[in-house]
């Protein structure tokens, strides 16, 4: 284990999770380690979720299409006392980092709520290098 991670463990750092990592075998790293997500990376989780699901469906492939949706269920099983909730003050400070450093909504309310809470975003997404002066960001 390298120094830095054994320090944020020792330290109890929280690690933000981000969409990606869901989608990652990576977040089987995180899940012994103390994260969270907020309750919009999990809407945008759902949505991409329910449209895989929707596909499937539609292409006959109701198996996959329900590998989907328990997928779904691990992951709301695994998160449900690891939810953030964003507030309206979360949003309205987002606005100047969507504007400011082009990124995306999800991902300045992410860096809002990690600054808030003092945590490490956890991803691959690299318009997070845009706002690296702002919050921690790691790429497992």
């Known amino acids: 284990m390298s120094n830095e991670k054994e320090k944020e463990e020792k330290n109890g750092k929280i690690h933000l999770i ?6 990652s075998k990576k977040y089987l790293n995180f899940r012994e380690k103390e994260y969270r997500i907020t309750n919009i990376t999990l809407y ?10 929707m596909e ?6 109701k198996d ?7 997928f779904l269920k691990l992951i709301k099983n695994e998160m449900k006392n690891s939810i953030i909730d964003v507030n309206k003050d979360d949003i309205l400070k987002a606005i100047d980092i969507i504007f ?8 300045a309310i992410n860096v809002v709520i990690a600054r808030k809470m003092n945590a490490t975003i956890v991803s691959n997404d690299k318009d997070y290098d845009r706002v690296k002066d702002l919050v921690e960001v790691i790429r497992p």
Do not use: P, Q
């Open 18 to 23: 981000d969409t990606d990592i869901l989608f």
């Open 44 to 53: 945008e989780f759902i949505v991409v979720i329910r449209n895989k699901y």
């Open 56 to 61: 499937m469906m539609k292409k006959g492939h």
């Open 64 to 70: 996959r299409a329900k590998g989907y949706l328990n």
């Open 100 to 107: 400011e450093r082009e990124i995306n909504v999800g991902d």
